[in-house]
Protein backbone atom coordinates (compact mmCIF):
# COMPACT_ATOMS: atom_id res chain seq x y z
CA UNK A 1 0.00 0.00 0.00
CA UNK A 2 2.65 2.44 0.66
CA UNK A 3 4.32 1.94 -2.33
CA UNK A 4 1.09 2.40 -4.21
CA UNK A 5 0.89 5.13 -2.57
CA UNK A 6 4.31 6.46 -3.26
CA UNK A 7 3.64 5.89 -7.03
CA UNK A 8 0.05 8.15 -6.98
CA UNK A 9 2.11 10.87 -5.08
CA UNK A 10 5.10 11.26 -6.45
CA UNK A 11 2.84 11.21 -10.29
CA UNK A 12 1.10 14.09 -8.60
CA UNK A 13 4.14 16.32 -7.14
CA UNK A 14 4.88 15.31 -11.15
CA UNK A 15 2.27 16.68 -13.06
CA UNK A 16 1.64 20.03 -10.86
CA UNK A 17 5.63 20.63 -11.67
CA UNK A 18 5.42 19.88 -15.32
CA UNK A 19 2.01 21.74 -16.24
CA UNK A 20 3.07 24.85 -16.63
CA UNK A 21 6.17 23.91 -18.66
CA UNK A 22 3.55 21.84 -21.23
CA UNK A 23 1.29 24.99 -21.72
CA UNK A 24 4.57 27.09 -22.53
CA UNK A 25 6.07 24.48 -25.04
CA UNK A 26 2.69 23.82 -26.48
CA UNK A 27 1.73 26.96 -27.32
CA UNK A 28 5.04 29.26 -27.83
CA UNK A 29 7.02 25.77 -29.12
CA UNK A 30 9.99 26.66 -26.89
CA UNK A 31 11.47 24.69 -23.72
CA UNK A 32 10.93 28.00 -20.83
CA UNK A 33 14.33 26.78 -19.46
CA UNK A 34 13.31 29.38 -16.69
CA UNK A 35 10.94 26.67 -15.34
CA UNK A 36 13.17 25.43 -12.63
CA UNK A 37 13.80 29.30 -11.97
CA UNK A 38 9.84 29.66 -11.36
CA UNK A 39 9.74 26.88 -9.02
CA UNK A 40 12.53 28.08 -6.94
CA UNK A 41 10.67 31.66 -6.70
CA UNK A 42 7.59 29.67 -5.58
CA UNK A 43 9.91 27.62 -2.87
CA UNK A 44 10.85 31.38 -1.85
CA UNK A 45 7.43 32.62 -2.00
CA UNK A 46 6.57 30.08 0.60
CA UNK A 47 9.16 31.09 2.67
CA UNK A 48 8.11 34.56 3.10
CA UNK A 49 4.63 33.70 3.45
CA UNK A 50 6.30 31.68 6.73
CA UNK A 51 8.47 34.71 7.51
CA UNK A 52 5.49 37.34 7.79
CA UNK A 53 3.78 34.45 9.95
CA UNK A 54 0.76 33.91 7.84
CA UNK A 55 -1.03 30.48 7.46
CA UNK A 56 0.92 27.96 4.78
CA UNK A 57 -1.91 28.17 2.73
CA UNK A 58 -1.88 31.71 1.39
CA UNK A 59 1.74 30.48 -0.29
CA UNK A 60 0.08 28.77 -3.20
CA UNK A 61 -1.59 31.45 -4.02
CA UNK A 62 0.60 33.92 -3.45
CA UNK A 63 3.89 32.27 -4.98
CA UNK A 64 0.88 31.60 -8.69
CA UNK A 65 1.00 35.65 -8.22
CA UNK A 66 4.42 37.02 -8.11
CA UNK A 67 5.29 33.88 -10.47
CA UNK A 68 3.01 35.29 -13.37
CA UNK A 69 3.74 38.87 -12.43
CA UNK A 70 8.03 38.26 -12.79
CA UNK A 71 6.21 35.83 -16.12
CA UNK A 72 4.91 38.96 -17.37
CA UNK A 73 7.60 41.36 -17.31
CA UNK A 74 10.06 38.16 -18.67
CA UNK A 75 8.01 37.65 -21.90
CA UNK A 76 7.77 41.15 -22.47
CA UNK A 77 11.40 42.34 -22.00
CA UNK A 78 13.04 38.86 -22.75
CA UNK A 79 11.12 36.34 -24.66
CA UNK A 80 8.73 38.67 -26.92
CA UNK A 81 11.43 40.04 -29.35
CA UNK A 82 13.09 36.32 -29.88
CA UNK A 83 9.79 34.35 -31.07
CA UNK A 84 11.47 34.25 -34.64
CA UNK A 85 14.54 32.92 -33.02
CA UNK A 86 13.72 29.77 -30.96
CA UNK A 87 17.19 28.47 -30.16
CA UNK A 88 18.39 31.82 -28.87
CA UNK A 89 14.92 31.64 -26.88
CA UNK A 90 15.68 28.32 -25.39
CA UNK A 91 19.21 30.02 -24.46
CA UNK A 92 17.75 33.05 -23.01
CA UNK A 93 15.58 31.14 -20.37
CA UNK A 94 18.05 28.39 -19.52
CA UNK A 95 20.26 32.23 -19.15
CA UNK A 96 17.47 33.71 -17.39
CA UNK A 97 16.97 31.05 -14.47
CA UNK A 98 20.44 31.37 -13.73
CA UNK A 99 20.08 34.83 -13.19
CA UNK A 100 17.36 34.18 -10.99
CA UNK A 101 19.22 31.92 -8.58
CA UNK A 102 21.58 34.39 -8.38
CA UNK A 103 19.60 37.27 -7.38
CA UNK A 104 17.54 34.63 -4.92
CA UNK A 105 20.95 34.35 -3.48
CA UNK A 106 21.65 37.65 -2.67
CA UNK A 107 18.40 38.50 -1.27
CA UNK A 108 17.79 35.55 1.06
CA UNK A 109 21.73 33.60 1.35
CA UNK A 110 22.51 30.29 0.24
CA UNK A 111 21.65 28.49 3.12
CA UNK A 112 19.21 25.94 3.70
CA UNK A 113 15.80 26.79 4.77
CA UNK A 114 11.98 25.51 5.44
CA UNK A 115 8.81 26.21 5.40
CA UNK A 116 5.74 25.03 7.06
CA UNK A 117 3.64 22.78 6.09
CA UNK A 118 -0.15 23.29 6.21
CA UNK A 119 -0.86 19.76 6.92
CA UNK A 120 1.12 17.86 8.97
CA UNK A 121 -0.29 14.60 9.95
CA UNK A 122 -0.22 11.14 9.04
CA UNK A 123 -3.08 8.59 7.55
CA UNK A 124 -3.09 5.35 9.49
CA UNK A 125 -2.25 2.42 7.10
CA UNK A 126 -3.37 -1.28 7.70
CA UNK A 127 -0.50 -2.93 8.91
CA UNK A 128 0.58 -0.77 11.45
CA UNK A 129 2.07 1.79 8.92
CA UNK A 130 1.23 5.81 8.29
CA UNK A 131 1.12 8.25 5.01
CA UNK A 132 1.75 11.78 5.19
CA UNK A 133 -1.66 13.68 4.65
CA UNK A 134 0.23 16.40 2.89
CA UNK A 135 1.49 14.12 0.19
CA UNK A 136 -2.18 12.31 -0.10
CA UNK A 137 -3.93 16.27 -0.10
CA UNK A 138 -1.08 16.91 -3.83
CA UNK A 139 -2.71 13.72 -5.34
CA UNK A 140 -6.12 16.20 -4.86
CA UNK A 141 -4.26 19.30 -5.87
CA UNK A 142 -2.78 17.79 -8.97
CA UNK A 143 -6.32 16.37 -10.01
CA UNK A 144 -7.91 19.55 -9.40
CA UNK A 145 -5.21 21.39 -11.62
CA UNK A 146 -5.76 19.11 -14.57
CA UNK A 147 -9.58 19.29 -14.40
CA UNK A 148 -9.19 23.58 -13.95
CA UNK A 149 -6.59 23.45 -16.84
CA UNK A 150 -8.95 21.22 -18.92
CA UNK A 151 -11.94 23.05 -18.65
CA UNK A 152 -10.73 26.31 -19.31
CA UNK A 153 -8.67 24.83 -22.48
CA UNK A 154 -11.97 23.10 -24.08
CA UNK A 155 -14.94 25.39 -22.44
CA UNK A 156 -13.83 29.28 -22.90
CA UNK A 157 -12.93 31.16 -25.72
CA UNK A 158 -9.48 31.96 -24.05
CA UNK A 159 -8.79 27.80 -24.41
CA UNK A 160 -10.40 27.86 -28.05
CA UNK A 161 -7.25 30.73 -29.56
CA UNK A 162 -5.06 28.94 -27.59
CA UNK A 163 -6.18 25.74 -29.00
CA UNK A 164 -6.15 27.46 -32.24
CA UNK A 165 -2.63 28.99 -32.19
CA UNK A 166 -1.19 24.83 -30.93
CA UNK A 167 -2.49 23.30 -34.08
CA UNK A 168 -1.73 26.50 -36.57
CA UNK A 169 -0.69 29.22 -35.53
CA UNK A 170 -0.25 31.42 -38.75
CA UNK A 171 -4.37 30.20 -39.47
CA UNK A 172 -5.00 31.74 -36.07
CA UNK A 173 -3.27 34.94 -36.90
CA UNK A 174 -5.39 35.11 -40.32
CA UNK A 175 -8.58 34.55 -38.66
CA UNK A 176 -7.71 37.54 -36.49
CA UNK A 177 -6.71 36.05 -33.62
CA UNK A 178 -3.84 37.92 -31.47
CA UNK A 179 -1.50 35.33 -31.10
CA UNK A 180 0.98 37.69 -29.18
CA UNK A 181 -1.64 38.13 -26.52
CA UNK A 182 -1.96 34.54 -26.30
CA UNK A 183 1.70 34.02 -26.24
CA UNK A 184 2.23 36.40 -23.16
CA UNK A 185 -1.37 35.23 -21.58
CA UNK A 186 0.18 31.31 -22.13
CA UNK A 187 3.65 32.30 -20.56
CA UNK A 188 2.17 33.98 -17.64
CA UNK A 189 -0.09 31.48 -17.28
CA UNK A 190 3.05 29.04 -17.02
CA UNK A 191 4.85 30.89 -14.71
CA UNK A 192 2.56 31.29 -12.56
CA UNK A 193 1.82 27.62 -12.59
CA UNK A 194 5.81 26.72 -12.17
CA UNK A 195 5.91 29.28 -9.11
CA UNK A 196 2.93 27.51 -7.35
CA UNK A 197 4.34 23.87 -7.74
CA UNK A 198 7.37 25.26 -6.14
CA UNK A 199 5.64 26.36 -3.08
CA UNK A 200 3.64 22.96 -2.86
CA UNK A 201 6.84 20.96 -3.23
CA UNK A 202 8.77 22.78 -0.42
CA UNK A 203 7.13 21.42 2.56
CA UNK A 204 7.92 18.14 1.44
CA UNK A 205 11.91 18.82 1.46
CA UNK A 206 13.91 22.53 1.81
CA UNK A 207 14.26 26.03 0.23
CA UNK A 208 17.46 27.03 -1.28
CA UNK A 209 18.53 29.00 -4.18
CA UNK A 210 19.11 26.02 -6.40
CA UNK A 211 15.80 23.96 -5.43
CA UNK A 212 14.41 24.43 -8.96
CA UNK A 213 17.32 22.24 -10.93
CA UNK A 214 16.86 18.80 -9.85
CA UNK A 215 13.21 19.01 -11.52
CA UNK A 216 13.63 20.88 -14.69
CA UNK A 217 15.63 17.63 -16.64
CA UNK A 218 12.48 15.58 -15.40
CA UNK A 219 9.65 17.72 -16.52
CA UNK A 220 11.79 18.32 -19.63
CA UNK A 221 11.93 14.80 -20.42
CA UNK A 222 8.24 14.36 -19.31
CA UNK A 223 7.47 16.95 -21.71
CA UNK A 224 8.88 15.89 -24.19
CA UNK A 225 7.04 12.26 -24.18
CA UNK A 226 3.83 14.23 -23.60
CA UNK A 227 3.76 16.23 -26.59
CA UNK A 228 0.77 19.07 -25.53
CA UNK A 229 -1.70 16.70 -23.91
CA UNK A 230 -2.87 17.25 -20.11
CA UNK A 231 -3.76 13.73 -20.54
CA UNK A 232 -0.56 11.92 -22.04
CA UNK A 233 0.96 14.20 -19.16
CA UNK A 234 -0.42 12.25 -16.23
CA UNK A 235 0.16 8.80 -17.88
CA UNK A 236 3.47 10.05 -18.09
CA UNK A 237 3.68 11.00 -14.78
CA UNK A 238 2.29 7.50 -13.57
CA UNK A 239 4.46 5.22 -15.76
CA UNK A 240 7.66 7.31 -15.32
CA UNK A 241 7.03 8.59 -11.91
CA UNK A 242 6.05 4.82 -11.06
CA UNK A 243 9.11 3.82 -12.49
CA UNK A 244 11.21 6.30 -10.62
CA UNK A 245 9.85 5.17 -7.58
CA UNK A 246 10.09 1.61 -7.68
CA UNK A 247 13.90 1.72 -8.96
CA UNK A 248 14.62 3.83 -5.92
CA UNK A 249 13.13 1.76 -3.60
CA UNK A 250 13.98 -2.03 -5.13
CA UNK A 251 17.10 -1.01 -6.56
CA UNK A 252 19.25 2.03 -5.71
CA UNK A 253 18.14 5.88 -5.50
CA UNK A 254 20.74 7.02 -7.93
CA UNK A 255 19.61 5.09 -10.22
CA UNK A 256 15.93 5.69 -9.43
CA UNK A 257 17.02 9.82 -10.13
CA UNK A 258 18.04 8.96 -13.53
CA UNK A 259 15.07 6.53 -14.51
CA UNK A 260 12.80 9.14 -16.21
CA UNK A 261 15.31 10.59 -18.67
CA UNK A 262 16.46 7.18 -19.26
CA UNK A 263 12.97 5.96 -20.26
CA UNK A 264 11.84 9.10 -21.52
CA UNK A 265 14.99 8.79 -24.01
CA UNK A 266 14.33 5.24 -25.16
CA UNK A 267 10.07 6.16 -25.59
CA UNK A 268 11.05 8.43 -27.87
CA UNK A 269 13.27 6.46 -29.39
CA UNK A 270 10.55 3.69 -30.04
CA UNK A 271 7.70 6.38 -30.84
CA UNK A 272 8.62 9.75 -31.19
CA UNK A 273 5.16 10.96 -30.49
CA UNK A 274 5.65 9.45 -27.24
CA UNK A 275 2.75 9.20 -25.51
CA UNK A 276 0.22 11.33 -27.68
CA UNK A 277 -1.56 9.77 -29.76
CA UNK A 278 -0.63 9.47 -33.26
Known sequence: MSTLLDILTTAAILYSVCAGLLLVFGVMKIINFAHGGFLTVGGYSALLVTHLGLHPWWAPAFAFVIGAVCGMAIERLVVRPLYSRPLDAILATWGLGIIIGQVITLAFGREVQFVKSPVTGALDLPGGASYSEYRLLLVAVAVALGLT?????????????????????????????????????????GA???????????????????????????????????????????????VLGGAQVLVSQWGNPILGGLTIVVLAAFVLRLRPQGFSRG
Do not use: H, K
Open 192 to 238: GLASLAGSLITPLSSVDPNMGVPWLVNAFMLVMVSGVSLVSLAIACV
Open 149 to 189: LAAVLEGTRLGLVTRAVIMNENLARALGINSGLVRFATFSL
